[in-house]
């Protein structure tokens, strides 16, 4: 079966300080991974996609997400956190059960929080 | 710039009652998409439309129905309101048939049925 996990319900993180948040996944083909992002009273907004090529992505706001094919991870990244980095992340893969539109299947989602 | 709105922010409802849940897009995007956002579950697939008068069955489609007249609006109706369905609404698009593309979303309607 197709999944995505996020592992951890929240992380928490000083100011300043290096992030991480994680990913894994489980698909039948070649894996097409995003990272959405919620702030608050918001609806989710797109940071970053990997499709092919390098491992190592680059999106908005500074952030980054790695992709490791024989730990089946998408961990975004970041490498230095603001409280503005305080939301609701969103890992997700492609829904190959089918072909006629862009699904994808969304993980539970990983509270960040960013002390000052 | 894109946009995708929602008729509603919030929105309470009675049980029984017949809801009706409106998505503009104005990027001329094939691809339509309801879901619904609960804690702990992440986003749950209702349904999607991948052209005008064409809809699939998502993962939970029971006790909803949509519509597609016209490809910028896709209408998410709850036939009859249940208290089961208490949750946060999206609307999302996206361009194409491919599956590489992001989806665009609106700001949510939030749904309380009593």
Same mark, same amino acid.
């Not at chain 1, 489980?26 to 894996?31: A, D, H, L, M, R």
């Given at each position: =079966?197709? !999944?995505v996990a996020q $592992?951890?319900?929240q992380v928490n993180v000083a100011e300043g300080n290096p992030l991480t948040v994680k990913c894994t996944y489980?698909? !039948?083909?070649? $894996?097409y991974l995003f990272w959405y992002v919620q702030y608050p009273n918001r609806g989710l907004q797109f940071l970053l996609k990997y499709i092919t090529g390098d491992n190592l992505v680059k999106g908005s706001y500074g952030f980054e997400a790695e992709f490791n094919k024989s730990q089946t991870s998408f961990h975004l990244k970041k490498p230095s956190a603001l409280v503005s980095d305080s939301a609701l992340y969103?890992? =997700?893969v492609r829904d190959f059960r089918y072909s006629s539109a862009s699904k994808i299947i969304f993980g539970s989602g990983t509270r960040l929080s960013i002390r000052p | 710039d894109v946009k995708v709105t929602q008729s509603s922010r919030y929105l309470v409802k009675r049980t029984g009652e017949k809801v009706f849940l409106e998505c503009v897009q104005d990027m001329d995007h094939e691809n339509m998409?309801?879901?619904r956002q609960d804690p702990g /579950?992440? /986003?749950r697939l209702i349904y999607f439309s991948y052209d005008v008068k064409m809809k699939e069955k998502g993962d939970i489609p029971e006790g909803y129905s949509v519509s597609r007249e016209k490809k910028e609006r896709f209408s998410l109706i709850l036939e009859s309101a249940s208290t089961n369905q208490t949750s946060m609404y999206l609307c999302a698009s996206s361009p194409g048939t491919g599956a590489a593309y992001e989806q665009y979303f609106?700001?949510?309607t939030r749904l309380t049925v009593t």
């Open positions: =079966a197709q !999944s $592992p951890e319900d489980s698909v !039948s083909g070649n $894996p969103f890992c =997700a | 998409f309801w879901y /579950l992440g /986003l609106g700001p949510g």
